[in-house]
Structure formats: C-alpha cells, structure tokens
C-alpha cells in the first residue's frame, strides 16, 4: 500500500528548501564519465536520477546548430581530439581519465573592439530556448522539482582570456575586463530570465572562487566584480517569479562572501564543501536564511571512508543539517573515479534510511 503521508518528489525538494521537515531529505549526485559506466555495468541501467530516485531533473539550452571556426584565435594548431566549445575555449586532451588542458581565444587581446568583435554565440536564438515551458511541465507532471543552470560568468570569463591575464586585466586593462564580463553577463542575465519564464522551480548560478582556505581573489575583488554582475543574474529570474529559488555553487570555503551572496538572493548554498567550511556551523549561523545543498565530502568521506563511514555521515547530517529543514544530501561534487561503488550504494541507501 502506498504510504499516504509520502510527499512527492517535488513537494520533498520544496518542503526541504522551504525550512520545513520533509518526509525524509532529498538527495542527488552525478557521475564522472568512468564511474558512470561502473554504473551502467552494475545496474543495467542508462539513468542514474531514475534508478537512485532522485527527486530533480535539470533542463537547459539547446546547443548551437552550427559550429564556428575558432581556429584563427590559436596561433598554433590545435592537436587532434580537441574540442572546442561553443565560447572558443579549447580542451585539450589530458593524460587522466576526462580532465582536458584549456587554450584560451583571448589571450592575445589587448582592445575592447577586438572582444566587440569576436563571434560570440547566440544564446537568444528561438530554436535553443523555446523547448523549455514544454521540458519543464513535461517533468512537473511526474512530480519531479525542475532546476536550470544559467552557466558561470567568471568561470566563462577567464575561460575566453586565460586566468592569470583575467587578474591582470583588473588593474591594468578594466575596460576589457569589462567588456567581456558583462557581454557573459548579458547571456546569463536572459537564461535566467527565460528559465524563470517556463517554470523552473530552481536557477542554478555558479562560479567556483574559493580555494581550500580562501577565496581566489580578495573579497574586495569579487564584490567589485563579480557581485553586481551575480545581482543582475538573479534579479532577472525574480523579476518573472519572486519566489524562484536561486542556488549558487562554488567549491572550496567562501565564508567571506555567505553575507554577500544572501544580499543579492541567493537562498541555497551549494556544496558546502566540509571540508573547508563546517556544515553545523553554517547552519547554526544560516540556516535562517540559507538552505544547504551538498555537504557530503568527495575528499574524505566519498573515496576514503568505509561503506559504514558514508553512512554515518549522512546520519549525522540529517540530525543537524537538516534539522528543521534545509538540507538536499549530495556529495560536493561530480563522484570521480576513486569513489569506490560500495560507498556510492551506501551513500543513496543512508539517504532513503
């Protein structure tokens, strides 16, 4: 018989991020290309989200129809295998499972008018966005929360210029720095708005800025930087629905900048990495404002600890994290290939318990 008091997925996921106790936490993960097929072979199955019961699904934008020949930004060829993304940016190769090496298009930069320039893609386009009122009731109807990523505005940024020079531009050249910042901008800030017009309960935003102690820059840097530019995201999706839920996701302790972000509207933080910031002592000093996605180490608990371990972990941050509320389990990223698959069976297990 089906238990009547069981929420949907959906009405889980809103409870959790509403501070209110759902019939049990939330929970999600993702997979590396390596581990993904450790998946496949021990499951038979081709989705992950389906098989673990995974309360959310994520839409997004189309990809570009064609693709643009970035090869006149490289003074070298690129080798073989290399793909290139929509921006420009080239990955290279690696050496080690799915990791690449980038070339960056705007290195050789030195004027606005040559970023004014560049072929920038066109996120505008009807045929990469009109899908998502349909993706997105189409996922509604099944009772599942719906999340769309607007994609990183630094991340993008120094991915185009190179990331030393990024830095560099800030003091020696601002008006370039500028101009692609707010060109990336642009694009985020109508991605947002068009996810909040079909419907999704949740906009993902999101640039990793912290390292294991600190942040990448001063916390001067980014708010002169990057907070107005994160405000205008947000504000563009609250502007069509006030009560979407906005998540920011940056890896690595970021504790100079929680207030910040809960200024402009972010209301769930991601991925509380416990390994740099302590998920209680956010709690006990967020919890009010904040709701907490992630807090499940892929440092320690996830490759290192013991089938038992992972358990004990999840147990532990149901009883604090998620007291009252607050709280979607996750490990604080992408699983890589060290993670044993015992501990990936024990991590969604401890989360149905």
């Known amino acids: 018989m089906p238990d009547p008091s069981a929420m949907s997925p959906r009405e889980r996921v809103l409870a959790a991020l509403a501070h209110r106790t759902p019939d049990r936490v939330p929970k999600e993960a993702s997979f590396t290309p390596y581990l993904y097929e450790i998946f496949q072979r021990e499951t038979g199955s081709t989705d992950p989200a389906g098989y673990f019961g995974m309360e959310m699904r994520h839409v997004g934008f189309a990809g570009p129809r064609e693709t643009t020949d970035f090869t006149r930004f490289y003074p070298e060829p690129l080798p073989e295998g290399t793909s290139v993304t929509e921006y420009g940016t080239a990955h290279v190769p690696g050496t080690l499972y799915h990791f690449t090496k980038m070339r960056f298009p705007m290195a050789g930069?030195?004027?606005?008018?040559?970023?004014?320039?560049?072929?920038?893609p066109d996120v505008t386009a009807d045929y990469r966005h009109q899908h998502l009122e349909a993706a997105v009731q189409g996922l509604h109807d099944q009772g599942l929360f719906v999340i769309g990523s607007v994609g990183h505005i630094f991340e993008t940024s120094w991915q185009l210029r190179g990331y030393e020079r990024l830095f560099l531009d800030f003091s020696d050249n601002p008006d370039l720095a500028t101009a692609i910042l707010d060109r990336v901008t642009a694009h985020r800030e109508f991605m947002a708005r068009r996810l909040a017009e079909a419907g999704v309960d949740m906009v993902l935003y999101g640039d990793d800025v912290g390292m294991q102690?600190?942040?990448?820059?001063s916390p001067a840097t980014w708010r002169r930087w990057f907070q107005p530019r994160l405000a205008r995201e947000i504000a563009a999706a609250r502007a069509v629905n006030p009560r979407v839920h906005c998540f920011y996701h940056s890896d690595g302790n970021i504790a100079s900048i929680i207030d910040d972000l809960i200024e402009v509207g972010v209301d769930v933080l991601n991925p509380v990495q416990p390994e740099c910031l302590d998920p209680v002592a956010m709690k006990q000093r967020y919890g009010d404002r904040l709701s907490f996605w992630g807090t499940i180490g892929t440092q320690t608990t996830m490759p290192h600890g013991t089938p038992e371990q992972v358990r004990e972990v999840v147990r532990e941050r149901i009883r604090t994290v998620g007291r009252g509320g607050g709280l979607v389990l996750a490990p604080t990223h992408v699983l890589e290939p060290d993670v044993p698959w015992e501990n990936v069976l024990a991590f969604f297990a401890a989360c149905e318990q």
């Open 109 to 120: 930069f030195s004027t606005v008018r040559e970023v004014e320039a560049y072929p920038w």
């Open 213 to 217: 102690d600190r942040l990448m820059m």
